[in-house]
């Protein structure tokens, strides 16, 4: 059981907390060809996916929630992809769909999760969904409706006092042969639930965008877009669009490698509580395939200040959009006049809204 459950996780060194498996590659899919009667939500794609052959499990992901936004800072619409809208209020859902069809599959009954925050909610309400039996290891800092909406579902929650690597240290600790890690951000499986969002997208606008701007905690949303966009391109949908990824200033390890060009473990990095809490992640494990996917598109990834983000989050809810705070990190970066001018002509602009503010009655960003 021990060998099943770790042969999507690489280990670096004895004794070392594993890291993300090389991702399974995608084959060219044209998301504007879907057949009539085509699943929605990130098994509509599952062609892209030939190493995901199990039987699929969904709680009704949609996979093209979009609108427009006009707000008075933009200057211009964009278009929004509202993955805030999923099972369980965020993008993981696209990720936990895909992974707990593979656990079940694979015959797993118990599982571990050392993921903060959306992650942690999303991969428990597909546990339980699953029939998996499903311990959380979780900061103790963090916010308690998070800590009740993971035990909602039936989860054990563990609390570790320190952050992120003192808790995946005590979740990989419990591993045993019958208990296998199943931590979204670790398998490859969460980065083809991302690529989905670009098929997503792409079948909505019947296009490639100009732009698509995400945010960045581990890396694995920007990663599994970049991913996406290439199978479509592959398929001869268009050029690539341009990829920026958006963090908080107040942890910014990946955009702190990309202006001082450095890799990502040579690169300073601290973090301080922040308006952005699903994202303040020092050590993001897709943090390096992140970097090399915004290059590979032409963009770039960039870090916004609290007071800027906190405008974005208060405009969004007075148009009627109650995200997380992380959720607005790239309608954030769209409001700088810079930023503005410098994308104007670059086609449709898409952002993503990755998170909701409310979860099951539970106020995720209180206050707002």
Known sequence: MVERATLLLSRRGRGAIPQLAPIPPLVPLDPRCMAPGTPIGPWRYADAFPALDVPPMSLGEDSTAFESLTMPSLPRRIRLLRDDLQPSGSWKDRGSALLVSALRAAGHTRILDDSPANAAFS??????????????FLSASTRDAVKTLVRSTGARVIEVPGAGREVAAAAFRAMRDDVVMAAPARHPHHVLGAASAAFSIVETLGAMPGVVV???????????LQRGFLSAAAAGVGPLPILIGVQSNRCCPVASAWAEQRALRDAPS?????????????RPVCGEQALAAARACGGAIVAVDDMVLDRAVRELWLAGLAVEPAAALGVAFLMDHKVQSTLAQQGEIVALITGHGMRQGLPICPGL
């Open 214 to 224: 995400a945010p960045v905690g581990q890396g694995s949303l920007l990663t599994g």
């Open 123 to 136: 991969l428990a309400l597909y546990a339980q969904e699953a029939g998996l039996a499903l311990t959380s």
């Open 270 to 282: 601290s973090c301080r509580d922040g308006l952005a809490e699903a994202v303040l992640i020092e």
